[in-house]
């Protein structure tokens, strides 16, 4: 299985080092949607995004933080 990165930014990164195994890039990106609903949650993060990148450092998508 590949694994991806889900890296949170603001105009500044927060990396994800170990990052998680999933079958696909459908599997991750339902996963970064699940990190940016639970980020919405803090209004801390407004602005931000989850940035998902496979095992190359390829960015396959963002999700944006939607607080509320």
Do not use: Q
Request: charged letters at 25%.
């Amino acid at each position: 299985m590949p694994r991806y990165f889900f890296h949170i930014a603001n105009g500044r990164a927060f990396k994800d080092d170990l990052g998680e195994l999933f079958l696909g890039i459908t599997e991750a990106m339902a996963h970064a949607a699940d990190i940016a609903k639970a980020l919405g949650e803090d209004a801390g993060w407004r602005g931000c995004s989850v940035i998902v990148e496979d095992e190359h450092g390829t960015e396959i998508g963002r999700v944006l933080v939607n607080v509320g």
